[in-house]
C-alpha cells in the first residue's frame, strides 16, 4: 500500500483527491500537452479513483491489474490507460504527494501491432462525392494536407494562402504545410472565420468530428471509413509518389520516424516490383554430375 506524505490528501473525503488530480492536470498544461490528451487523463485517472476501494492514495499493484483486465477493453485501450496511470503517479511521486509508485509493477499491456489502413483511391472519391459539408472539407483537407481532426476544425480562412497553411498542430505547436492546388481551388473564396463548422454553423471540435463521424460514413454508405484513414491515405499517396520516409515525416510532421511508419502502406505491386528488379549476377550453372 502507499502512504500519502500530505494528509490532505488521505482524507476520506474526496475533494482532496480531486485537488490533486487537478494539480497534476495544471500541470501538464504548464507542460504544453493537447486538450485531448489532459482530457483524456482527467477522466482516466478519476474513473480509477472511483474503481478503487480506497482510492488512488491506497492502490495497490493488484488492484491496478485488477483495473487494466476490464474483460471489454481493446489492447489499445489497456494500454492506454496503463501509459496514462503510469504518468500520474510518476508525477504524483516525483512531486512528493505519494511515497511509492504502484504502477511500476503493474502489469504492462503490449501495445498491439500497428498497421496501415489507407482508403483506396475509389473510397475517398466516393466520400467525397457522397459529402457535403462540414465533411467535404474536412475529408479534403484530411487527404490533401495530411491534417489531424483537431488541426481541421482550428483552421480558419486567414490560415490559408496559395502557398501555405499556418496551423496549430499536436500539443499547441504553431506549424506550417504547403497548400495542395485542390485545397486552395475549394477554401479561396471562404468568408472569413473557420473552414469547418457544425450544421447550425456553430465551432466544432476534433472530438465533434470523431464522434459523429461513424453515423456520417454510414449514412453515405460507407460504413468502413474513418477520418485518420484519409491521413493514412495522404502519406501512402505521398511514398507511392516517389517521396522518400523523410519527406513524408516532414509533411505528416511526426518527430519520429517510427510513426510515419504507422502510416505509410507500402502496395503489393510495390513490393512485386521491388523483388523482380533485384539484380541477378551472371553465373555458371553448377556442372551436373555423371
Not at 490533486?20 to 480509477?48: F, P, V, W
Not at 460514413?217 to 484519409?230: A, K, N, S, V
Request: net charge positive; proline share 7%; with cysteine.
Amino acid at each position: 500500500m502507499l502512504r500519502v506524505l500530505h494528509p490532505a490528501s488521505c482524507s476520506p473525503d474526496d475533494r482532496a483527491m480531486s485537488e490533486l488530480i487537478a494539480e497534476h492536470i495544471a500541470h501538464l498544461r504548464a507542460k504544453g500537452h493537447s486538450d485531448r490528451t489532459i482530457e483524456a487523463r482527467d477522466q482516466i485517472i478519476r474513473r480509477l479513483h472511483n474503481h478503487l476501494p480506497y482510492g488512488l492514495a491506497w492502490a495497490s499493484v493488484n488492484e491496478l491489474d485488477h483495473f487494466l483486465a476490464h474483460p471489454r477493453w481493446s489492447r489499445w485501450t489497456r494500454a492506454t490507460y496503463a501509459m496514462h496511470i503510469r504518468g500520474f503517479y510518476r508525477w504524483a511521486t516525483t512531486t512528493g504527494h505519494l511515497d511509492g509508485d504502484p504502477s511500476i509493477d503493474m502489469a504492462k499491456p503490449r501495445n498491439p501491432k500497428c498497421l496501415p489502413h489507407p482508403v483506396t483511391d475509389d473510397e475517398l472519391v466516393q466520400a467525397l462525392n457522397r459529402s457535403t459539408d462540414p465533411w467535404y472539407t474536412a475529408i479534403l483537407l484530411a487527404s490533401h494536407e495530411g491534417l489531424r481532426a483537431s488541426e481541421i476544425c482550428r483552421l480558419t480562412r486567414a490560415d490559408v494562402s496559395e502557398d501555405h497553411i499556418r496551423l496549430i498542430g499536436k500539443g499547441g505547436d504553431p506549424e506550417v504545410v504547403y497548400t495542395h492546388p485542390v485545397v486552395w481551388e475549394h477554401v479561396k473564396d471562404r468568408p472569413p472565420g473557420r473552414l469547418v463548422r457544425g450544421p447550425s454553423g456553430q465551432d466544432i471540435t476534433g472530438r465533434w468530428l470523431s464522434q459523429h463521424q461513424a453515423a456520417h460514413f454510414r449514412r453515405i454508405g460507407l460504413p468502413g471509413l474513418h477520418m485518420h484513414r484519409f491521413r493514412h491515405w495522404f502519406a501512402t499517396t505521398l511514398m507511392d509518389s516517389g517521396a522518400s520516409l523523410r519527406t513524408v515525416q516532414e509533411a505528416l510532421r511526426h518527430s519520429s520516424v517510427t510513426s510515419t511508419q504507422i502510416y505509410t502502406k507500402v502496395r503489393s505491386g510495390q513490393r512485386r516490383l521491388a523483388i523482380r528488379s533485384l539484380p541477378t549476377p551472371l553465373t555458371q550453372h553448377p556442372a551436373t554430375s555423371n
